[in-house]
């Protein structure tokens, strides 16, 4: 079956540009993760949303990240005037249980 | 806390047993994980680990002691395709929320 898919794969954009990332998780998971990976660096969680209940934003690193997830499915994230420091590959995993997560293959960001 | 220490790279030789050990300081532990991550790639599932001892699934091993916050990953029967980085994460208690060390870098030589 289908896999967990981000789309774009790779994405240059100029420092103070905005940017959208998509995660299209694996159908009837109800939880979706984002995490950043830095170069050479472990995963960091930034957020996840299970099923209706509010999401975990805990992991943001700053007012400029946000993301959301429409109708259970489907989930952007968005960084507003990007800076160097977040390029990154940015990771979405989803899962049906909480002892599981499957990832996508992540979206390279580089802000120039 | 949520401190989550592991050696940051580790070289073994070929046919050789390594043991990559992971330490965790956190309250709210639930479980945790081990995540293989081959460069450029996505962290693929190797296993979780709930109850204290050790979990074995052929020549990948998973051992959790609770009481002590700690744990390991034993590889068997070294082969090169196992040099990739190894991760370890603490599921927490009562929601999703996966907090990731930064990974074991192993390269297996011949």
């Known amino acids: 079956g289908a896999g967990v898919s981000q789309s774009p794969s790779n994405k240059v954009t100029e420092k103070g540009k905005d940017v959208e990332l998509r995660c299209d998780p694996i159908?009837?998971?109800?939880?979706l993760y984002w995490y950043r990976q830095s170069l050479g660096q472990g995963l960091e969680f930034l957020i996840y949303?299970?099923?209706?209940?509010?999401?975990?934003k805990s992991g943001l690193p700053s007012d400029r990240f946000s993301a959301e997830r429409t109708g259970g499915s489907v989930s952007t994230l968005t960084i507003q005037r990007t800076q160097q420091e977040d390029s990154a590959v940015y990771l979405c995993?989803?899962?049906?249980?909480?002892?599981?997560?499957?990832f996508g293959p992540g979206t390279r960001l580089t802000v120039t | 806390g949520q401190n989550i220490d592991q050696p940051t790279e580790m070289t073994a030789t070929e046919g050789a047993i390594v043991q990559i050990n992971c330490t965790y300081q956190?309250?709210?532990?639930?479980?945790l994980f081990w995540y293989q991550q081959h460069a450029g790639e996505a962290p693929t599932f190797l296993s979780y680990?709930?109850?204290?001892g050790l979990e074995e699934k052929g020549r990948f091993s998973s051992f959790l002691s609770r009481s002590k916050g700690y744990s390991y990953l034993l590889l068997k029967e070294l082969q090169m395709k196992d040099s990739a980085s190894y991760l370890c994460?603490?599921?927490?208690?009562?929601?999703?929320?996966?907090?990731f060390g930064a990974g074991t870098r192993l390269f297996v030589k011949a």
């Open positions: 995993a989803s899962s049906l249980r909480a002892d599981e997560q499957y």
């Open positions: 159908s009837g998971h109800t939880a």
């Open positions: 949303f299970q099923g209706n209940s509010a999401p975990d």
């Open positions: 956190t309250s709210g532990f639930n479980g």
């Open positions: 680990n709930v109850l204290d």
């Open positions: 994460a603490v599921l927490y208690t009562g929601g999703f929320k996966t907090i």
